[in-house]
């Protein structure tokens, strides 16, 4: 008889430490509306990142790093044109930058309260973390936002481009 139990566990006390996030295991996507009608998604990668958990379990603080240039949906065209100076401009910001003011638990889900830099210019942004399972000292959870890119000062193709953009990241994090 094979053992099929998930050794996975959901805490209620997150283990204390210093968590990096791993950039070959976290996967991103971003979604936006063209024309009010068709999703369009495209990858998005995190180079870095470290969540710090205090001793009671508490999340004291999460930084995450996305490559700005690593945009790529299936359109060659849409990808140098989101890469420009019209939309993410990673000629001049290489990098969009997540920094958390708060994190609290929400019942099954945490949600952060803080900061996005997109192009230089800092917004304010909750994320909303679910799916939390931790073996050991390896972590994978999932974090959403979304974001009106109007108010991110990015307005290009207004008419075409939905307002929204909506972020999902697959994170795997381990315990230092």
Do not use: C
């Amino acid at each position: 008889m094979t053992d099929t139990t998930d050794t996975r566990t959901v805490l209620d006390v997150l283990p204390t430490g210093t968590w990096r996030i791993d950039p070959t295991g976290t996967s991103g996507t971003v979604h936006a509306k063209k024309l009010g009608l068709f999703t369009i998604p495209a990858a998005l990668d995190v180079t870095d990142g470290q969540i710090e958990i205090d001793t009671d379990g508490s999340v004291t603080s999460a930084a995450v790093t996305i490559d700005a240039g690593s945009y790529a949906s299936k359109n060659d065209k849409r990808n140098e044109h989101i890469h420009s100076a019209d939309f993410l401009d990673v000629d001049d910001h290489p990098t969009l930058d997540f920094s958390s003011d708060a994190i609290e638990k929400l019942g099954d889900h945490h949600r952060a309260t803080g900061r996005v830099t997109v192009k230089g210019v800092d917004h304010p942004v909750e994320v909303t973390i679910d799916d939390l399972a931790i073996e050991g000292d390896r972590a994978t959870f999932t974090a959403r936002a979304t974001l009106d890119r109007f108010a991110i000062g990015i307005s290009a193709l207004r008419p075409v481009i939905g307002r929204d953009i909506r972020l999902v990241f697959h994170v795997v994090a381990t315990r230092q």
